[in-house]
């Protein structure tokens, strides 16, 4: 598949460029994504460990499978994907990239001021007293590290399914949509609220509306541009024709 020209002419002409990307970014990463037929969902509870109940029921098990998830994340390397939003980031006068991805491979790619919608697995805080933990993460079997402030049992800081997201991220993810002159959505079934609201409010605000993703999402029918490859293959593609025309 190619690129539209009249994509890469848009965004040669843009000012303002905003992306939203999801899981399926890093799945060429070797990071599962959710909702995949291979996906986390399809072999985990969300419920159960992306959770207040689920942690509250069983703090342990929650604690173990986001230490089994860093484990995987630590050895991911980003791909030519999250490299061509580094490379976004450097074309357009104005770029904001919003993630809903807590890998932080953008910013190991070498992104800067990432937007992190649903926190990060790689930090953690107290469950009680919220204080950020910096203490020791790696116990035996069946411990789970406490708060030396409070006590607290210790979590990742994770958004969790029923959990507000960091206002002031979302406040200026949504100033971004309302903002931009084109916005894509890359790697994300376009399914989780708020962050799924993103690409209809840059829609409504006048914005190109780009769909970067192998697979139809609820999205689709809404984009300008259906992009129907991996973010991995298409997003080097869009840099590759962006620098051909600007020769
Ligand atoms: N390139 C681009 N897109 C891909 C690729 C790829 N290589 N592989 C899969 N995808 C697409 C899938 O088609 C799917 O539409 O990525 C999307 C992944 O969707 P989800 O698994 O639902 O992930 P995401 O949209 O990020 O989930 C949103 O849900 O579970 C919560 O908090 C979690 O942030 C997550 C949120």
């Not at 049992?153 to 100033?175: C, H, K, N, T, Y």
């Not at 002159?181 to 079934?189: A, L, P, Q």
Request: charged share 20%; net charge negative.
């Amino acid at each position: 598949m190619h690129i539209p020209p009249n994509l890469i002419e848009a965004l040669a002409e843009a000012n303002y460029v905003a992306v939203l990307t999801g899981a399926g970014i890093s799945a060429e990463s070797g990071i599962k994504t959710f909702r995949d037929p291979d996906g986390l969902w399809a072999k985990f509870n969300p419920m159960e460990l992306a959770s207040i109940d689920g942690f509250m029921s069983n703090p342990q098990r929650v604690w173990e499978w986001y230490q089994y998830r860093r484990e995987i994340i630590n050895k991911a390397q980003p791909n030519p994907g999250h490299y061509a939003l580094v490379e976004f980031e450097k074309i357009f006068p104005q770029f904001t990239l919003i993630t809903q991805n807590v890998d932080r491979l953008h910013q190991k790619a070498g992104s800067s001021n990432v937007i992190e919608l649903h926190g990060n697995i790689l930090e953690n805080h107290c469950f009680s007293c919220k204080e950020p933990y910096h203490g020791e993460t790696d116990l035996p079997e069946g411990h789970i590290p406490r708060c030396p402030i409070c006590g607290g049992m210790i979590r990742p800081s994770v958004v969790w399914f029923g959990e507000a997201l960091p206002i002031d991220a979302l406040e200026q993810a949504e100033q971004a949509a309302m903002e931009c002159d084109v916005f894509f959505s890359i790697g994300t079934s376009a399914e989780v609220y708020p962050a799924a609201n993103l690409p209809y409010v840059a829609k409504r605000s006048g914005a190109i509306l780009v769909e970067v993703n192998p697979n139809p999402t609820v999205l689709s029918p809404y984009v300008d541009y259906k992009i129907s490859l991996s973010s991995a293959v298409g997003l080097p593609k869009i840099v590759e024709a962006l620098k051909e025309l600007k020769k």
